[in-house]
């Protein structure tokens, strides 16, 4: 088993230590039936608290989801996921920013909140967020950033959310597929009734993979469901007694 996968699936038994009913599949919960919910100027609403599936493998399919399978590495890619060793320093264990990414395959859950001109992400995951603005705008030209820069557009019923201008510091999971400062994604979202949002996400990174990829899921509306906090500090106990590394810039 690649050490890296065995720290990601550390996490994984964390989570569901954690919450055993809702990984167990034990929780029941079945969202309100209804039509796709509409704002005022006629597009589709995607506000609400939702509920993710938990991807801590792009490659795989699992519940609610569709993986990539095999990922089309370049010989950078393929040297960069052959040498990964989370126990050597994944930088969540500093408490940096998982990234785009990351951030949406978490199993916490993660809320929007939508105007006719912005759309913001609220991820419980370390009360992380980023704000897209969504009436077709260019992307701005600045420095690389942790979630990159996002703009949407609609295709009918469907958000376009295209994001550009990552830094490398991030992986695209948990087990910690790479990616390079040349990543590209493409996520789609859209709502075919009140309780379920689709998911598709394509990644396009030509330093790291040889074509685009895409991982697909479904999300579900939690009307029951409020946002908590959750405190991750960059000071972290572990991090200074030594059980956490520093993690190590790529090469």
């Known amino acids: 088993m690649k050490k890296s996968f065995a720290a990601g699936l550390l996490t994984a038994l964390a989570w569901v230590a954690a919450f055993p009913a809702v990984a167990a599949g034990q929780d029941k919960y079945q969202p309100a039936a209804g039509k796709t919910p509409r ?28 993986g990539a399978g095999e990922l089309p590495f370049t010989a ?14 994944d930088y ?14 978490t199993p916490e859950p993660m809320q929007i909140m939508q105007s006719d001109t912005y759309l913001a992400f609220l991820f419980e995951q ?24 996002s703009v949407g557009h609609w ?34 979202f859209s ?12 990644v396009d990174d030509p330093k790291t993979f040889t074509r685009t990829w895409k991982n697909a899921r479904t999300f579900t509306l939690r009307a029951d469901w409020e946002m908590m906090e959750y405190s991750c500090e960059e000071n972290n106990k572990s991090l200074w007694e030594g059980r956490i590394k520093v993690p190590k810039p790529k090469g």
């Open 155 to 188: 295709e009918g019923d469907t958000l376009v959310v295209d994001t550009v201008n990552f830094n490398d510091m991030t992986r695209l999971d948990t087990v910690g597929h790479p990616h390079s400062d040349q990543l590209h994604l493409t996520q789609r």
């Open 39 to 66: 704002t005022t100027s006629g597009k589709v609403d995607f506000s609400g608290v939702w509920a993710k599936a938990y991807v801590p493998d792009m490659t795989q399919d699992g519940q609610d989801q569709k």
């Open 126 to 149: 370390n009360s992380w967020f980023t704000v897209v603005p969504i009436d077709g705008r260019a992307h701005l030209k600045g420095i690389p950033t942790w979630f990159g820069d």
């Open 92 to 105: 969540t264990g500093a408490c940096l920013p998982f990234g785009m990414t990351r951030s949406i395959n």
């Open 191 to 202: 709502r075919p009734d009140l309780g379920h949002m689709s998911y598709e996400v394509t």
């Open 76 to 89: 950078w890619g393929a040297d960069d996921w052959k040498h990964y060793d989370a126990a050597e320093g």
